[in-house]
């Protein structure tokens, strides 16, 4: 079992930077692909970026390529998303996703863990 809990959302004026941070339990964070997907008002959930158990592998969707960066420090059990360059159409829930399986995905019924979420706003 991981439990996962997001922060670092918060409003921001359009062209500005947030960095969000998820934090897991347990002694098995190393073990689990890391994503990151969103969720926009009357908007299904959508994949943002995932990053393999090493670290070694990343993928962004097309939407946030080259604005946004995944992290993550197995020491410290956490996954971070820096987002730069932010876009109005950017404002969502963010929540991090833990994965099990080997093979990274950008689909979000493949993981198994979720945070609750945090609010990212960008004002025009």
């Known amino acids: 079992q991981v439990q996962l809990v997001e922060s670092g959302g918060g409003l921001v004026q359009a062209g500005g930077s947030l960095s969000l941070s998820c934090a897991a339990s347990g002694r098995t964070f190393g073990s689990y692909v890391m994503g990151w997907f969103r969720q926009a008002p009357g908007k299904e959930r959508e994949f943002v970026a995932f990053?393999?158990?090493?670290?070694?592998?990343?993928y962004y969707a097309d939407s946030v390529k080259g604005r946004f960066t995944i992290s993550r420090d197995n020491a410290k059990n956490t996954v971070y998303l820096q987002m730069n360059s932010l876009k109005p159409e950017d404002t969502a829930v963010y929540y991090c996703?833990?994965?099990?399986?080997?093979?990274?995905?950008?689909?979000?019924?493949?993981?198994?863990?979720w945070g609750q979420g945090t609010q990212v706003t960008v004002a025009s």
């Open positions: 990053m393999s158990r090493s670290g070694g592998s990343t």
């Open positions: 996703a833990a994965d099990r399986s080997t093979v990274p995905t950008v689909n979000p019924e493949a993981y198994d863990y």
